[in-house]
């Protein structure tokens, strides 16, 4: 059966941009902003973005249009005879049953949202209003299991159409909406009055505070966002390079994506910035920032429950795309490993993805008791740390050592297939950099997550 492709070259940036657009971007990388000095971290960010994120995508990239599969075979396909890198596999299919376990959680959260804000149930709260609104919704398991499989089914039936026909086009429409939502908010919260100090903290570069927040804890932050926004590691996006021909490099292509990814990231500072500050709200109140600080201030802004609305519909389409490119990439395993059809991979994974998406919606309440990673951590805590702090670390080594390593697929054979194609070539002379100095800074990065965790 011969593999399908994408129809065009900007179905691949806009669906492989989707998967590493996501909640990530939109509620972690302004908060983290916000808590580091606002400008000049988000310079350090870039810097690691380019030097990091680049690199390890370009390797997921090569790997499965060489092999023309997803992780489930790509190493099966390409390790020298004897070896044993195809092990990984089921670190790569773990990594991503395990993101969805969670994630589905957080997407269904924001479709409720954007039902809520467009039905007006923060119309005349206050402050604490807000905030018990979030509470009480965390304590109603059968309203939270409702959405998170609303989000799963429309999910599951766009991939059930196929890759052109499911995931391009719909993909598609839903990134150009979200970048349109993202322009619309960004105009709005540019002219709020007193929103012009937001705007300065965002834009001009305060490197004394860069300072202030501790240089060495800035770098960290900076490098572990820079890391975790593509989602790299668990051959997420490799499944997408095994969907496109070899007319383009690889090298331009990730850039396109990593812009992409970046252009949404910094957006999603210039929507909440200005309005925190024009509504004298903390920017660095952390996760809580989108679903209580946000509310309020759509609150006491006019035509707030508009933007309210738009903002959670933008929202849930990053969501959205993140989850559908990773149930194509959950299919593309069954069928590849099984040898199923798409239509079964899809009515099968549809079942185990509600069931064990559960534990999750139940850690907020029947199973509160259960707090794994010490007091206030839950099963999300758990699920989130096992993916973040080990399996994409863990697995961005294993991709760059099995491109780099003569004992693996090896430089000249993934550089060769990195730079098939016109448009922009992966640098020759980073050998030494990608073979040994990049690895050494994501084990350092894996180091770092346990011991911030636990120490």
């Not at 496109?244 to 500072?269: C, H, N, Q």
């Not at 909440?272 to 802004?301: E, K």
């Not at 609305?309 to 990773?326: E, G, H, P, Q, R």
Request: a neutral charge; charged letters at 10%; aromatic letters at 14%.
């Amino acid at each position: 059966m011969e593999r399908e492709k994408f129809s065009s070259r900007l179905g691949f940036i806009l669906i492989s941009a989707g998967c590493a657009i996501g909640i990530g971007n939109v509620w972690r990388f302004p908060y983290i902003t916000g808590k580091y000095g606002g400008a000049a971290f988000v310079l350090v960010y870039l810097f690691f973005l380019v030097i990091l994120g680049l690199p390890i995508m370009i390797t997921e990239f090569a790997v499965g249009r060489a092999s023309q599969k997803s992780a489930a075979l790509s190493f099966d396909v390409l390790e020298p005879q004897g070896t044993r890198w195809h092990i990984y596999k089921w670190g790569a299919v773990a990594g991503n049953y395990l993101l969805m376990m969670f994630y589905t959680t957080i997407a269904g959260w924001m479709l409720l949202y954007c039902v809520k804000m467009a039905g007006g149930a923060f119309v005349g709260l206050d402050a604490d209003g807000v905030g018990a609104e979030f509470t009480g919704m965390l304590g109603q398991p059968m309203l939270m299991a409702a959405f998170m499989i609303l989000v799963v089914m429309l999910s599951f039936i766009v991939c059930a159409g196929g890759l052109q026909n499911g995931v391009e086009r719909v993909t598609k429409i839903m990134m150009l909406c979200l970048l349109f939502l993202m322009l619309a908010l960004a105009v709005n919260s540019l002219f709020l009055k007193g929103g012009k100090e937001g705007l300065e903290f965002y834009l001009k570069p305060d490197f004394g505070r860069l300072v202030e927040a501790g240089l060495g804890e800035v770098i960290f932050a900076a490098m572990g966002q820079a890391f975790f926004t593509l989602s790299l590691g668990i051959g997420s996006l490799a499944i997408f390079g095994s969907y496109i021909g070899k007319d383009r490099s690889l090298m331009g292509e990730a850039v396109s994506i990593g812009v992409l990814d970046t252009f949404v990231a910094l957006m999603a500072g210039l929507i909440i910035f200005p309005a925190c500050f024009a509504y004298g709200v903390q920017a660095d109140s952390g996760p809580s920032l989108i679903f209580i600080t946000l509310p309020n201030v759509f609150n006491a802004m006019s035509g707030g429950r508009i933007w309210g609305t738009a903002f959670f519909l933008f929202m849930s389409f990053a969501a959205f795309s993140t989850v559908i490119a990773v149930f194509e990439n959950i299919i593309s395993f069954a069928m590849d490993l099984t040898g199923c059809s798409r239509k079964k991979a899809v009515v099968l994974n549809l079942i185990a993805i509600i069931v064990l998406s559960m534990p999750c919606i139940l850690g907020f309440n029947v199973w509160s008791g259960f707090q794994p990673l010490g007091p206030g951590s839950g099963v999300l805590d758990l699920e989130d740390f096992i993916v973040s702090n080990n399996l994409l670390p863990l697995g961005s080594l294993v991709y760059l050592t099995f491109c780099t390593s003569r004992y693996g697929w090896g430089y000249e054979k993934f550089m060769k297939e990195a730079n098939e194609g016109a448009g922009m070539k992966f640098p020759r002379w980073t050998r030494a950099y990608i073979t040994y100095i990049l690895p050494l800074i994501v084990m350092v990065i894996f180091v770092q997550g346990y011991w911030a965790k636990f120490f």
